[in-house]
């Protein structure tokens, strides 16, 4: 069964860090770079974070960079999105995805198995 399993929401105040995880079951994941989107509500899913399990090659979002650092653990085929310095309006769901075209994209239409998400609530 080919699936993506997030963990690691929670509630933390603004300025503090959270480690999300995203263990990828399957070896369909190992050979796709993975990502991380997220969706608050009443907005649309956007691109945060995505990482090439081969070489650890990285983007970000440029609302995250220098705060968020995705990262990926190729023998328990994990991918891990480090958080910090948070802040309010990084408030939503998060999901971890793979980036079915291999093409790097920021599109969400360019990602496919998502996993069930989750929340992550940063109070001010």
């Known amino acids: 069964q080919v699936q993506a399993v997030e963990s690691g929401g929670g509630l933390v105040q603004a300025g503090g860090s959270l480690r999300l995880s995203c263990a990828a079951s399957g070896r369909t994941f190992i050979t796709y770079p993975m990502g991380w989107f997220r969706q608050a509500p009443g907005k649309e899913r956007e691109f945060v974070a995505a990482?090439?399990?081969?070489?650890?090659?990285?983007n970000y979002a440029e609302s995250v960079k220098g705060r968020f650092t995705i990262s990926r653990d190729n023998a328990k085929t994990t991918i891990y999105l480090q958080m910090n310095s948070l802040k309010p309006e990084d408030t939503a769901v998060y999901y971890c995805t793979r980036d079915q075209y291999r093409s790097g994209a920021f599109s969400a239409s360019a990602y496919d198995y998502w996993g069930q998400g989750t929340q992550v609530t940063v109070s001010s």
């Open positions: 990482i090439r399990w081969s070489d650890a090659s990285a």
